[in-house]
């Protein structure tokens, strides 16, 4: 999956402005979550056309980044999130984002940013499948 970083002042009425100019293109936003850090806005989005939204808000003046992120699936339940940053502690891999995209009572879904993708992947392998 990708992620769309969006890196701004942060103002009233931003995330009404960013999600208009994406739905106006019709551009669903997946997953999103926003921090404000000193008066600067940071806006991750989860996008299926990364290159449109991307060229969409550049064209309207943002400043974006683009990033490649892991989809993990945990169960819902107490613990999970500690043995599984343990196993990215543990093999020296660091979290730089992590979001919920969506959860119920049994299962929650991550976007998970790190800074070794591929070892990530091998370490991470029993949390990748979402078919289960």
Known sequence: MKQLTV???DKVGLLANISYLLGRSRINIDSISM??????AVVNLG?????????????????CL?????VIRLENKP??????TRILADNKINMEHLAV???????SIHSLKVDKQAKAEKCLSAYLSLDS
């Open 7 to 9: 890196l701004v002042d």
């Open 35 to 40: 921090a404000s850090i000193g008066g600067k």
């Open 47 to 63: 996008v299926r056309d990364i290159k449109r939204a991307k060229d969409i808000l550049e064209t309207n003046g943002y400043r």
């Open 66 to 70: 683009e990033a490649d992120t892991l």
């Open 79 to 84: 613990g999970e999130m500690a043995r599984m």
């Open 101 to 107: 995209i969506s959860q119920d009572e049994t299962v």
